[in-house]
């Protein structure tokens, strides 16, 4: 079956740094966009970028461009979000998600997306 797994989330220090990763099992994963997305307390899921199937092309939120970095490594079908320059609004659960149809990902919208990961807690505090 579909799985995403993430993982790398932690406490980290203001201006600090953290590589999330996004295993994935069960479906071709580099024939599918897959995105990170993230849920601060209290507030609605929102999309952080986007990493298409095939070309690879990346779409990022305006709120982590030119901080965040959004790559996929197809031989060990992960998906990666490095995360530089942490302020502490970047605080959430993250999530990795796919979709089989449709554009959602490209969009940042996490309401089209088919299938998601658990999530793995990003705290940015001193």
């Known amino acids: 079956q579909v799985q995403l797994v993430e993982s790398g989330g932690g406490l980290v220090q203001p201006g600090g740094s953290l590589r999330l990763s996004c295993a994935t099992s069960?479906?071709?994963?580099?024939?599918?966009?897959i995105g990170w997305f993230r849920q601060a307390p209290g507030k609605e899921r929102e999309g952080v970028s986007c990493i298409t199937g095939g070309s690879g092309s990346t779409v990022y939120a305006d709120s982590v461009k030119g901080r965040f970095t959004i790559s996929r490594d197809n031989t060990k079908n992960t998906v990666y979000l490095q995360m530089n320059s942490l302020k502490p609004e970047d605080t959430a659960v993250y999530y990795c998600?796919?979709?089989?149809?449709?554009?959602?990902?490209?969009?940042?919208?996490?309401?089209?997306?088919?299938?998601w990961g658990r999530g793995t807690l990003v705290t940015v505090s001193s």
């Open positions: 069960g479906f071709t994963s580099d024939d599918h966009p």
């Open positions: 998600a796919t979709e089989f149809y449709g554009s959602s990902c490209v969009f940042l919208r996490p309401s089209g997306m088919d299938y």
